[in-house]
């Protein structure tokens, strides 16, 4: 799997996700259920941490976050 | 070594003082805030001389030649103001000189909106060390150094 299909898999894959918006250095995901959310997967695909507030998750993986953004986006 | 002046004038604050889990952990890289002055129309300028490799309307990522990173984000939380507020004055591949006006923004309507206008300042993927001089706490000009970082 690449960083994106990975990424997208440890959100919960794309079921999972209401949104995903990438910031500059994150990816900012709304997610339906967030404890199918899983944070070590997601450091596994690369990101430097994972920030979960309620339904958002908030993925830090530094300024390739709106290419990532875009190949989760062509896989949903 | 390199020069990282100050974007923006006014307080320099620590990361660790900034109201955003992923820059006050250093998650990105380490570096320094500004909190600016509330003047409308304030100026960004690039803190280095590089390739403006990425343009958000509230932020943007200069590479030098040598491949340092340099993230200058104008206030916290501020992608979901989807550029409103904000003007280009550099289009994303240019070649910019420190001291260049990147983007024009207006701190006091950020704070108004209810987000903090506080500017990180972030050394991609630096180590904590390899920053050096850096500027005390406190009132800075925009072109002052705000930082060195040893590479």
Redesign the interface.
């Known amino acids: 799997m690449d960083k994106a299909e990975q990424i997208l898999a440890a959100l919960g894959g794309t079921d999972n996700i209401v949104e995903i918006e990438p910031c500059a250095t994150r990816l900012r995901t709304e997610v339906h259920n967030s404890s199918l959310v899983d944070e070590k997967a997601l450091k596994a695909a690369g990101a430097f941490g994972v920030i979960t507030s309620g339904s958002v998750v908030q993925v830090v993986v530094g300024p390739e976050a709106d290419t990532i953004a875009t190949d989760i986006e062509d896989l949903m | 070594m390199l020069d990282v002046i100050a974007p923006t004038a006014g307080q320099v604050i620590d990361l660790a003082d900034v109201p955003d889990?992923?820059f006050s952990?250093a998650?990105?890289g380490p570096g320094a805030a500004i909190d600016p002055e509330r003047s409308a129309n304030t100026q960004a300028l690039a803190p280095v001389t590089g390739t403006l490799?990425?343009l958000?309307p509230?932020?943007?990522?200069i590479r030098t030649s040598d491949g340092a990173?340099i993230?200058t984000?104008l206030g916290i939380d501020t992608?979901q103001l989807n550029g409103d507020g904000f003007q280009l004055h550099a289009a994303e591949g240019d070649e910019v000189a420190a001291g260049a006006v990147i983007v024009s923004w207006d701190p006091a309507t950020v704070e108004t909106g209810g987000r903090s206008p506080i500017v990180p300042v972030?050394a991609?993927?630096a180590s904590t060390e390899a920053l050096t001089v850096r500027h005390e706490p406190g009132p800075i000009k925009a072109g002052d150094v705000l930082f060195q970082w040893s590479r």
């Open positions: 889990p992923v952990a998650l990105v490799v990425k958000h509230h932020a943007f990522i990173g993230l984000h992608v972030i991609l993927d």
